[in-house]
């Protein structure tokens, strides 16, 4: 086992902007020099200096599109190529998609389906033998809101998160005994790129639930993860939203969701 003394450093995706930055800066606060990947380079060193200069902690850049297949093995390869030892892992990149599915671009939910559930699988299971050789190290996946229903009009995207809550969940159980400790965060609506992106902006979801802070979410879910929370659901709004719709008929649920994700 190795030392409790070794430096702690954690590896981010999608630093580049969002919920990913403001995770980086916490980290970083906290700490931990980084290792900050995002598929735009002028943002990431934009990034690397001002940490740097903030926190007097050693940032290092990896610029690929990690929805590209073999992009998860060559971030492992630069890691341990630069023998930097990962002590958290937090898997932040994904896209999503808006629209009804039959009209969808397939290459978008191929790509969203590779970053979302694909990659940072892969992620997980290349960097965790090195992670459980650990006294204490931690993975964060993050999930959504979105991940306890069916959401109709972004349905590829709801799906992913499911996936990622139910796969955090079950690794979470898998390494108890472990000094792994497996925290899924689950932000709502947050003010990000990520709307822009996805064209949810179009949708109702924005005017009708409260908007988060990309900062405030990354606290959040910093926090939880050092408390050990398995599953941390940001907002007291949607905490009550995520224990009622596992009460409700599903079909109920569906509907509501339409509803909420219809135009404005």
């Not at 229903?149 to 472990?178: C, R, T, W």
């Not at 649920?253 to 219809?262: C, F, G, Q």
Request: charged share 20%; proline share 3%; aromatic share 10%.
């Amino acid at each position: 086992m190795q030392s409790s003394t070794i430096h702690k450093t954690a590896l981010i995706t999608g630093a580049s902007s969002g919920i990913g930055r403001e995770l980086a800066t916490v980290f970083a606060r906290e700490g931990y020099d980084l290792i900050i990947t995002a598929r735009r380079e002028e943002r990431l060193q934009i990034l690397k200096n001002e940490l740097e200069n903030r926190f007097n902690c050693k940032i290092y850049l990896f610029t690929c599109d990690l929805a590209e297949e073999g992009s998860p093995e060559k971030l492992f390869a630069f890691v341990k190529n630069s023998s930097l030892g990962v002590t958290a892992l937090v898997n932040n990149a994904g896209i999503g998609d808006y629209g009804f599915f039959s009209e969808s671009d397939w290459q978008q939910n191929a790509a969203m389906l590779n970053l979302n559930i694909i990659s940072l699988t892969h992620l997980t299971h290349l960097f965790l033998p090195d992670l459980m050789k650990q006294k204490k190290a931690y993975v964060m996946n993050v999930a959504s809101t979105a991940a306890f229903q069916p959401g109709p009009l972004m349905s590829v995207y709801y799906a992913s998160k499911h996936y990622v809550l139910a796969f955090s969940e079950a690794i979470a159980n898998e390494l108890s005994d472990s000094g792994v400790v497996v925290s899924a965060l689950c932000p709502g609506p947050t003010a990000s790129e990520f709307q822009e992106v996805s064209k949810m902006e179009k949708s109702k979801l924005f005017e009708l639930f409260p908007v988060a802070s990309s900062a405030d979410v990354a606290e959040f879910g910093y926090k939880a993860m050092m408390k050990e929370k398995r599953v941390a659901v940001y907002g007291f709004l949607n905490k009550v939203g995520a224990k009622v719709t596992a009460l409700l008929p599903k079909k109920w649920v569906t509907s509501a969701v339409r509803v909420i994700m219809e135009r404005k």
